[in-house]
T-cell receptor, first 112, second 114 residues
Framework: KQEVTQIPAALSVPEGENLVLNCSFT??????LQWFRQDPGKGLTSLLL?????REQTSGRLNASLDKSSGRSTLYIAASQPGDSATYLC???????????FGKGTTLSVSS | DAGVTQSPTHLIKTRGQQVTLRCSPK?????VSWYQQALGQGPQFIFQ???????QRGNFPDRFSGHQFPNYSSELNVNALLLGDSALYLC?????????????FGPGTRLTVT
């Protein structure tokens, strides 16, 4: 059974710091991995989707990497800003491709 | 191009009552999935609808049921509400034509059961 774990659960950093969020999964036979952002009480915003054949994806100050063999993905945020404060979730599809399996998320707080 | 929409935004119900949540998929999408997100947890898959039928179901009791209409919109019904059903309910849509299609999420419906 696929399980997704995110460490740390919470992170507080001063503005301007570069930071890394971690995601691990137990079954390496994934098709893709997706990172989402969630503001308090809101829906999910897709940040990056990495296909299993890719090693990384970049969007602006965000860079996500994927290492299937070790069952890990990282989300790197450069030059963090207070507006980056949110919960970041990673998810992988189940084998049928019908459902996403999520971690519990990392709640990021960036202080000015 | 409208994204995924959900209604209502917030809902307060009493234990034992029934509730219906609604979702309209993103334009061009024909598949709708529902997730439950308890406070401090990641979303949990409830079920997915395609061609007006339940394609797959997560580990949720029969009190949770759904429906998909010919225009691809969907409803989630929950009967005999429990306090533990209080959560954010998220709808996601995707297109068919292959597995592992990217899912796009709506803003969610916050359900509070008192």
């Amino acid at each position: 059974k696929q399980e997704v774990t995110q460490i740390p659960a919470a992170l507080s950093v001063p503005e301007g710091e570069n930071l890394v969020l971690n995601c691990s999964f137990t079954d390496s036979a994934i098709y893709n991995l997706q990172w989402f952002r969630q503001d308090p009480g809101k829906g999910l915003t897709s940040l990056l989707l990495i296909q299993s054949s890719q090693r990384e994806q970049t969007s602006g100050r965000l860079n996500a990497s994927l290492d299937k063999s070790s069952g890990r993905s990282t989300l790197y945020i450069a030059a963090s800003q207070p507006g980056d404060s949110a919960t970041y979730l990673c998810a992988v599809p189940n084998q049928a491709g019908t459902a996403l399996i999520f971690g519990k998320g990392t709640t990021l707080s960036v202080s000015s | 191009d409208a994204g995924v929409t959900q209604s209502p935004t917030h809902l307060i119900k009493t234990r034992g009552q029934q509730v219906t949540l609604r979702c309209s998929p993103k334009s061009g999408h024909d598949t709708v999935s529902w997730y439950q997100q308890a406070l401090g947890q990641g979303p949990q898959f409830i079920f997915q609808y395609y061609e007006e039928e339940e394609r797959q179901r997560g580990n949720f009791p029969d009190r949770f049921s759904g429906h998909q209409f010919p225009n691809y919109s969907s409803e989630l019904n929950v009967n005999a509400l429990l306090l533990g059903d209080s959560a954010l309910y998220l709808c996601a849509s995707s297109s068919s034509g292959g597995r592992y299609r990217e899912q796009y999420f709506g803003p969610g419906t916050r359900l509070t059961v008192t």
